[in-house]
């Protein structure tokens, strides 16, 4: 079993209940807002044998860091009892990985894995899509880790079959799970960046709006926090009225207390788009073992409303309705799964 130390505050006394032989390295899970990062220590001490925990977690914003490498320091230093010689690292980050390239999608952020390497003195380094990541923690993620939208649960620990992993939070993340006899192959796409796909009218009236401010329209540039202020603006100037540009929070805690009918729907029409697009990267990826959602945005959200809007969305495939109705689709309330990932990866490499 995997377990993950949540908390933000961790201190050195955590990771004095261990052997060092069993500090596993270091994990970082880059986003377009905030960096992560936390030490994984397995397989000794309070742990249990076996086991696998990341301690000491701790968020910083990316825009008050000039690079990877500054705030890696900046991690060493604020967190007492962290190991000098941290000489392993994984690192999940939203953008794709060319080789020695790394550039952020939602962020000035590029850096080269190799330069990181040598500036933080690793002898072994891994750099990964942040839904690889993902995909990696399906293995370690229980049942409690998970959230059921409709009836049908993801049957854990997955042995067989296609997952397919979603997350929305500053960009729109995309990744597949693929099991074999309890062997994991994850796949690292940018489906995020496939072409916005409306299947009513509404939904293409607001497809035109988005046209003429982006030309083309990606997923993204609806199904992400951006992408919520975008509805929100679109189904204004639809209904001809002018109102000021909310965030995705503002737009949230407006549909919550239900005074402003266009916030309501906003919300309403996102989920009901997210469900649609997952619906289709099922079928894309035969994951009829179940489609898994991510995104700290989502618990803000009204949970019987997500849960039928996004089912709604999720069933409508005409023929392959009845198809669509067995698959398990689950929110992820896992705290730092990407970090689980990650530290997976150091686990197994």
């Known amino acids: 079993m995997v377990a993950v130390n949540s908390a933000l505050s961790g201190t050195g006394s955590d990771l004095d209940k261990f052997d060092r032989s069993a500090v596993l390295g270091l994990v970082a899970d880059v986003g377009g807002t905030h960096i992560r990062f936390g030490i994984a220590v397995g397989g000794a001490g309070g742990a249990g044998a076996g086991a696998l925990d990341v301690h000491c977690v701790r968020r910083y914003a990316v825009r008050a860091h000039e690079s990877i490498a500054h705030a890696a320091q900046h991690y060493r230093s604020d967190t007492p009892g962290v190991p000098a010689a941290l000489n392993r690292a994984a690192v999940a980050v939203a953008g794709r990985v060319d080789h020695d390239l790394v550039q952020l999608t939602n962020s000035a952020w590029s850096f080269s894995a190799r330069a990181l390497s040598e ?26 880790d998970l959230n059921p939208i409709g009836t049908q649960r993801l049957s854990l620990p997955m042995t067989q079959g296609v997952c397919a992993i979603v997350g929305v939070g500053t960009g729109l993340g995309v990744g597949g799970v693929i099991a074999n006899d309890g062997t994991f192959s994850v796949l690292a796409t940018e489906g995020g960046h496939a072409s916005f796909a409306p299947t009513s009218d509404r939904a293409i009236e607001l497809l035109r709006w988005l046209r003429k401010k982006y030309g083309r329209v990606s997923a993204e540039r609806v199904l992400s926090g951006a992408g919520l202020a975008n509805l929100y603006l679109a189904l204004c100037a639809i209904d001809g009225l002018h109102q000021p540009e909310l965030s995705a929070s503002e737009i949230t805690t407006r549909a919550n207390e239900g005074g402003d009918a266009l916030c309501v729907e906003a919300v309403g029409l996102f989920c009901e788009l997210l469900g649609s697009f997952a619906g289709d990267l099922a079928l894309t990826l035969g994951a009829w073992q179940g489609v898994l959602i991510s995104g700290a945005m989502l618990q803000h959200f009204d949970r019987p409303m997500l849960e039928r809007r996004v089912r709604s969305g999720f069933e409508y495939k005409g023929r392959f309705t ?20 990650a530290a997976r990866l150091l686990l197994n490499s």
């Open 119 to 144: 500036s933080q003195q690793f002898e072994h380094l891994q750099v990964i899509n942040d839904f690889e990541a993902v995909g990696h923690a399906v293995g370690a993620l229980r049942a409690e």
């Open 322 to 341: 009845p198809s669509m109705r067995r698959i398990p689709v689950e929110t992820i309330s896992h705290p730092h799964v990407e970090l689980l990932g």
